[in-house]
């Protein structure tokens, strides 16, 4: 079986608690969104660090739900990152979100998208090397000495 396909086939589990987890990354996905947006606009730390502690929580974020729950992990946690990104985007006149840097706005809404896909490469780059680390060249366990 190919990395990717058991990548996004997940380990083993039922699908209740598949469901949990697609469910747990879906709230999760929200609260990244929020907080990314309050990060990069200045609230936390702002700046070029916020936004890149902003990007980096939903990279991983991302990663992380994949390796937990396969396809339907990463699928929770990108749906709840884009769906809560979309409703602080439609903010009404003199929100104050993204006031104080406009620039590192138009980062962060186009940069957020594109760091879900980003973590499911890096899931599966981590997947992959995992996966050739545990088996020897024969398909047989790896032996540590």
Known sequence: ???FRGLMRGPEQSRRSRRLIALAG???????????TVT?????????TGLVVALLSVTLGSAVFTLFA?????????????????????RPAGDAIGALSPELSAWWFYGGPVAIPAGGLLAWLGFAAVSRVRLAPEGEPYDVE
Do not use: C, E, N, Q
Request: glycine share 30%.
């Open 26 to 36: 879906l709230v999760l996905g929200g609260f990244a969104a929020l907080l990314g």
């Open 40 to 48: 990069h606009s200045g609230g936390i730390d702002g700046g070029i």
């Open 1 to 3: 079986m190919g990395t």
């Open 70 to 90: 396969g396809a339907p992990g990463w699928l929770g946690f990108g749906a709840g990152f884009l769906a809560t990104l979309a409703l602080t985007a439609m």
